[in-house]
């Protein structure tokens, strides 16, 4: 993985404006990883695939991260910078060649009966597939259900002492109880996958986590840094009859210093 060249984000910005935001977050890791295939960065569990997202985002917006939230109980919004260092202490971004998740094996019950389920951590194609079968906004626990149960690889009823009985079909749609025990054990084995920070109001002292979406953070930084270029692009090219290319291989700082010379 290595940094992208400010001619392969415009170039990403321009092919990504149409995209889901999926498509985007593979789209932008596809430039940076060409060591890896499309098909090994869409099977990457979806907290490595951020843990990548947050490394790109660092080598080309910096470690710190600005952004805004509105207290739920008050309105107060409060303005707050975080670090993508302390966000993901423990995210080393995967290396070639990357050895297999371990399966998640969490310990549930089902009306009274113990279960041995073996979960496979979800991947961007699980949620592609699952975003297909239902619309999360419209219907989010028939999303959930449908990326749980593509991770499911197996579920049977566990009996001390006694001989392994067959898999087991689990109804439709999953028990509530149930499905958070697998969203749980999912998250605990990649909490990257679903970040939250723990924000304090400072004008009414209510506190409550906040979800932090790695992808939709970059890509509207990517979208304010892509105009704020296409127009530092025009305005050199009208004053010097520099090409693009030319423009955009400078350092910033020295396309600074025209800028302010071209705008005296
Ligand atoms: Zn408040």
């Not at 990326?147 to 509530?176: I, K, N, S």
């Not at 890509?219 to 050199?236: C, G, K, N, P, S």
């Amino acid at each position: 993985m290595r940094p992208l060249t400010a001619t392969e984000l415009l170039d990403a910005w321009e092919r990504g404006r149409t995209a889901s935001p999926l498509h985007r977050a593979l789209l932008l890791l596809a430039l940076a990883c060409p060591e890896w295939s499309p098909e090994q960065l869409a099977q990457l569990p979806l907290g490595r695939r951020d843990a990548l997202l947050l490394q790109l985002r660092a080598w080309t917006f910096g470690p710190h991260l600005d952004s805004v939230a509105d207290c739920p109980a008050c309105g107060e919004r409060l303005e707050f910078t975080l670090d993508s260092r302390q966000l993901a202490p423990d995210a080393h971004p995967p290396q070639l060649p990357d050895p297999e998740p371990q399966p998640v094996t969490p310990e549930t019950r089902l009306e009274g009966q113990p279960l041995a389920i073996t979960l496979r951590l979800p991947t961007s194609q699980d949620l592609a597939a699952a975003l297909q079968e239902a619309d999360p906004e419209t219907d989010p626990q028939a999303a959930r259900d449908a990326l749980l149960r593509r991770c499911l690889l197996d579920v049977r009823p566990r009996e001390e002492g006694q001989e392994q009985t067959g898999p087991l079909a689990l109804p439709h749609p999953l028990p509530e109880p149930l499905a958070i025990a697998l969203a749980q054990a999912l998250e605990a084995e990649d909490p990257l996958a679903d970040l939250r920070l723990e924000l304090t109001c400072p004008a009414c002292e209510h506190a409550w986590q906040a979800p932090f979406d790695i992808l939709g953070f970059f890509w509207q930084e990517i979208d304010d840094w892509a105009w704020r270029m296409l127009r530092e692009v025009h305005l050199l090219a009208r004053s010097y009859g520099w090409s693009q290319e030319a423009i955009l291989s400078m350092s910033a700082w020295r396309r600074r210093i025209y800028l302010e010379m071209v705008q005296a």
